[in-house]
């Protein structure tokens, strides 16, 4: 099978899960891929101005905030942004409870409430050793991915006080916030159709839950020795851990590099 295009789950996969760099044998692989020819995507939850040391590697197209907004260099090509009143409405409510709620747009902000449990689930989520920028006037701009910072009893308060919202848990502290479904695999068919590229021409490399629909999404789906459980269970091949040169591993054993 020929391979055209490679997806990479960037926190745990791509960047070292335990120090939050790139191993030298990531780049090496990188490099021999972009020889091939091969398309090079980041796929994250991440915003997008949190990827700029990604571009250092030569990737150029970005699935961010873990789906709703893809930018292959400065073109849109995907982006589901969350309705105003939305934004504004949870925003006032998260105020009142007392809660952390940060903003993706193309950067990263957050409401008032710099609650210290929210900063170490940012910790070790982004890597991130202090708060981001506090935005009061983020009803202005396209917000595509808020993340609610509350355990599963205040998430009840959101469900009933909403009706127009759908949350999505992916840590035991943190929530996406958002009007409709978004996922990994409906931004990577939105890159693929701007490719011409068939999925079944496709590698995605991931270690969560939430890389689940796009290892299923692709030809060649490839969970990384430290991936969850189900993670693993829904793909085609394990690696090795992404601190065990996993990835390098993986396109060598399968010979697409």
């Avoid at 990531?26 to 990604?54: D, N």
């Avoid at 998260?94 to 747009?105: A, D, K, V, W």
């Avoid at 068939?198 to 060649?220: Q, R, T």
């Amino acid at each position: 099978m020929k391979y055209n295009i490679v997806f990479f789950d960037v926190d745990g996969t791509l960047i070292n899960y335990e120090d939050g760099c790139v191993e030298a044998s990531t780049k090496q692989a990188i490099q021999l891929l972009q020889e091939k020819g091969i398309h090079l995507v980041a796929a994250t939850g991440r915003p997008l101005s949190m990827c700029y040391e990604l571009k250092e590697l030569g990737i150029e197209t970005f699935i961010t905030a873990n789906g709703a907004y893809v930018k292959h260099k400065d073109l849109v090509l995907h982006k589901t942004p969350i309705a105003k009143d939305i934004v504004q409405n949870v925003q006032a409510f998260s105020q009142e409870q007392r809660h952390s709620l940060t903003f993706f747009t193309e950067q990263l902000s957050m409401n008032s409430i710099q609650s210290p449990v929210a900063l170490r689930a940012m910790q070790e989520t982004l890597s991130l050793r202090d708060f981001p920028i506090i935005n009061e006037n983020i009803v202005d701009e396209e917000v595509f991915l808020m993340c609610l910072y509350a355990d599963e009893l205040a998430e009840k308060r959101y469900t009933s006080q909403f009706s127009n919202i759908f949350l999505q848990r992916w840590h035991p502290y943190i929530v996406n916030v958002l009007q409709q479904d978004v996922s990994k695999s409906i931004a990577i068919k939105a890159v693929l159709d701007h490719f011409n590229i068939d999925p079944e021409n496709a590698i995605a490399f991931g270690d969560g839950d939430n890389d689940i629909d796009m290892l299923e999404y692709v030809g060649l789906g490839i969970a990384m020795g430290n991936g969850s459980t189900a993670l693993k269970s829904a793909a085609n091949f394990v690696t090795k851990k992404s601190t065990d040169n996993g990835i390098d591993f993986a396109l060598r054993q399968l010979q697409v590099i």
